[in-house]
């Protein structure tokens, strides 16, 4: 039947003159970037807030005018320096009096936001360019404020590096591989706590905070490694290697995680008094702006309650300041929207406590002075605070749970208003100073815009138009994403978007490829813009959707975490209605619906096909979890509890429970070298399947990570899944 509708719709298309435009393929997609939209990026402020900088070929710094665009100086050139050490570097980072740079080489990467690199300091006033350290790769190297040293991580260990004498002091030395961390956080708090860099500059360079992690007892997750090819790791080519790090599962004993402070001076260290549970998260630690104190962030194992300790660096003593506390868990958010104002005498705190994400004003007593947003909607971004102007700025979805717009409210709260004007999808990057602020905006048919405004909103010049993008796309048939909205059978109204087929006809019934990721305030229903390969399936003859279930952003706090200690069930019945809808749209063939997604929507897709039964024609399933049992304690605790207090919760809605549910057809796919969701939640998966007597399909990509890429990869897993589909849906 369809063979015959796309050979009928080929017949009419060859007297039609659009059929002279290209289609897109899947190399378009995955290898070329044809529709990669550009952006600005790498662009540091100066400090007058007048002039940015940016990375040139990856061998010079170029200065710019912010107002007018023009190029007012090359910082720094490779090409200028005898018998320079380097050819290129990756990025750079400016001493807080702009005259030294630090310059990063060599980049290898650890997990996703560490890496090992070699690094080269530039000073401008002795024009001379020298190794930070010659003594092996180091970590997260960084300035003093001061601009006299550089803090580093090497071998799991800090050092200082003075710039004045060429020296380079060993803080700590008790570092080693899978048991103590000086500085650098162990894998679970890097990649649920999103940082890598756990220390910090004191802002008067007297002093340096780390945290120490002791990992001894966490136990070990070991991965077979083998000779692969891009790259190939010719150590394994007879024997696989075993890579083995601390990995945490839910319930499982965490990193004790200590709080420490270095007396540059004295060379001594102080332990920091952050209470006698060891059993706890240290998510970070910030300087008050007079460096009188460090504020110690101290979560409890249900992060349900954030503690705020203010430690005094001579003798590590602390006193409470202020606590967050939550009946479900403190969203991640806190973190970094905890901001200490520069006068040091107020500090801004996003919570929840009304229902939606909002900013709140504190003294430096610890007492609230003043709620700054409030409404039924989330404050999604703090970007930051004018002292000059006593304005606060932030990004929030008030408009709709689909766009994000920029706004601003005074110190006072006097002076409120919106900067952006578009509606869609705006992000800001401020300058220093906040004299000028760059505005990224996107709608669903609005490739990316890069403008640049005065911190009034008033526009200056445009960035970045991708008007060749545009141009580009004319030549193209490319079907555009739409909203559609609709109400489950419980009553509760979601959003979603969806891709017709080119060449659209209403009284044929198409195929469906339902696409989700359903985690925990993520969002996939968002007014942007983006050419992706489910544009290639719906150019193939596919009606492609996505709907955001419960749990997921920008809706308030009880739709976000209403999945508490049940992760899967609300999301999955949520994705089984969607079915059900698209079934009772007259274009959409009911009987070959597909269900696909990557890690937690490769969870979402094993639950929905088990609970969809014959709603599902087919689905696929990347890295899925399995069991949550098997991943880590940070993420899976914050949203489930340990499995001893809530067994239930971890193995109702595991697709190892129900595996018999499924009668579409499944293909099951995963990178031998996850670290992240480990293969073993698809070889436990599969097992599940045989024994239960369900026929699927499997691919493992050596050596591949969660991301799956890597030489050939991407392009031999995407027409992998598009094979798939098709063969299934499209006979």
């Not at 070929?57 to 490779?78: E, H, M, P």
Request: glycine fraction near 6%; hydrophobic fraction near 35%.
């Amino acid at each position: 039947m369809y063979k015959f509708i796309f050979l009928l719709m080929l017949i009419i298309g060859l007297a039609n003159p659009a059929t002279s435009q290209q289609k897109i393929s899947l190399e378009d997609i995955q290898l070329h970037g044809t529709f990669r939209a550009k952006g600005v990026s790498g662009l540091y402020s100066m400090n007058d807030g007048l002039h940015y900088t940016t990375l040139d070929g990856g061998s010079r710094i170029l200065k710019y005018n912010y107002r007018t665009g023009d190029q007012t100086a090359v910082v720094f050139d490779l090409a200028t320096i005898d018998n320079a050490p380097i050819s290129q570097f990756s990025s750079y980072e400016f001493s807080n009096d702009e005259s030294k740079i630090l310059l990063t080489t060599e980049r290898a990467p650890i997990y996703r936001h560490s890496f090992t690199a070699q690094y080269y300091i530039w000073n401008s006033v002795t024009q001379e360019l020298s190794p930070l350290s010659e003594k092996g790769k180091q970590q997260l190297a960084t300035f003093s404020p001061d601009g006299e040293r550089v803090a580093f991580v090497r071998d799991n260990n800090l050092f200082v590096k003075s710039l004045k004498f060429g020296t380079e002091s060993q803080v700590t030395t008790d570092g080693q591989f899978n048991q103590i961390i000086n500085g650098a956080p162990d894998w679970v708090y890097e990649e649920e706590f999103s940082f890598s860099k756990a220390f910090a500059w004191s802002p008067d360079s007297k002093f340096l905070a780390f945290m120490r992690f002791d990992e001894t007892e966490v136990p070990q997750f070991s991965m077979s490694m083998f000779k692969g090819m891009a790259p190939s790791h010719e150590e394994n080519a007879l024997y696989p290697g075993d890579y083995r790090f601390k990995y945490p599962k839910a319930g499982e004993k965490n990193s004790i995680v200590s709080v420490h402070v270095y007396d540059i001076k004295s060379k001594t260290t102080v332990k920091a008094d952050v209470g006698s549970e060891t059993d706890q998260y240290i998510p970070r630690i910030k300087w008050m702006a007079d460096a009188a104190d460090l504020a110690v962030m101290r979560l409890n194992r249900k992060q349900n309650q954030l503690d705020v300790l203010l430690v005094n660096p001579f003798t590590g003593d602390s006193r409470l300041f202020y606590s967050e506390k939550n009946k479900r868990y403190v969203a991640e958010e806190f973190l970094d929207d905890f901001t200490i104002l520069p006068d040091n005498d107020y500090l801004v705190i996003n919570s929840e406590r009304s229902g939606y994400a909002q900013l709140y004003l504190y003294n430096r007593q610890g007492y609230e002075v003043r709620q700054l947003t409030s409404g039924d909607y989330d404050v999604t971004k703090f970007y930051g605070f004018d002292p000059k102007k006593k304005i606060f700025y932030y990004q929030a979805a008030k408009e709709s749970p689909m766009q994000r717009e920029i706004y601003y409210v005074s110190l006072d709260g006097k002076k409120k208003g919106r900067l952006s004007q578009q509606d869609g999808t705006n992000d800001a990057e401020f300058s220093s100073g906040f004299q000028y602020y760059i505005n990224t905006y996107t709608n669903l048919t609005t490739p990316k815009q890069t403008t640049l405004h005065s911190n009034d909103g008033k526009l200056i010049r445009v960035l970045e138009d991708n008007k060749a993008l545009q141009e580009k796309l004319a030549d193209y048939r490319i079907a555009a994403r739409e909203f559609f909205h609709f109400e489950t059978s419980e009553g509760v109204a979601l959003n979603g978007w969806m891709i017709k087929p080119v060449n659209f006809d209403p009284n044929v019934k198409y195929p469906v490829v339902m696409t989700q990721y359903s985690g925990p305030n993520s969002q996939e229903v968002l007014d942007n813009f983006s050419i992706d390969w489910h544009n290639y399936l719906a150019q193939e003859g596919f009606v492609v959707a996505c709907v955001d279930p419960r749990g997921t952003g920008a809706r308030g706090e009880e739709f976000r975490k209403c999945t508490y200690r049940q992760l899967g069930k609300y999301e999955s019945d949520d994705q089984v209605e969607t079915a059900k809808y698209l079934g009772s749209l007259p274009f959409v063939d009911r009987d070959n619906i597909a269900i696909w997604g990557w890690s937690y929507g490769g969870f979402m897709t094993l639950l929905s096909l088990e609970k969809g039964g014959d709603l599902f024609k087919a689905g696929i399933a990347v890295a899925p979890v399995t069991n949550w049992r098997y991943y880590d304690t940070v993420y899976t605790e914050r949203f489930m509890r340990t499995p001893r207090e809530n067994p239930n919760g971890y193995d109702d809605n595991s697709p190892l429970s129900h595996p018999e549910g499924i009668t579409g057809r499944l293909l099951l796919i995963h990178g031998s070298a996850d670290d992240n969701v480990h293969v073993q939640n698809s070889m436990e998966f599969s097992e599940a399947l045989v024994q239960a007597g369900i026929q699927f399909d499997m691919a493992i990509y050596t050596n591949r990570n969660h991301s799956i890429y890597g030489g050939n990869t991407r392009l031999h897993l995407y027409r992998r899944m598009t094979d798939f589909l098709k063969a299934n849906l499209m006979k």
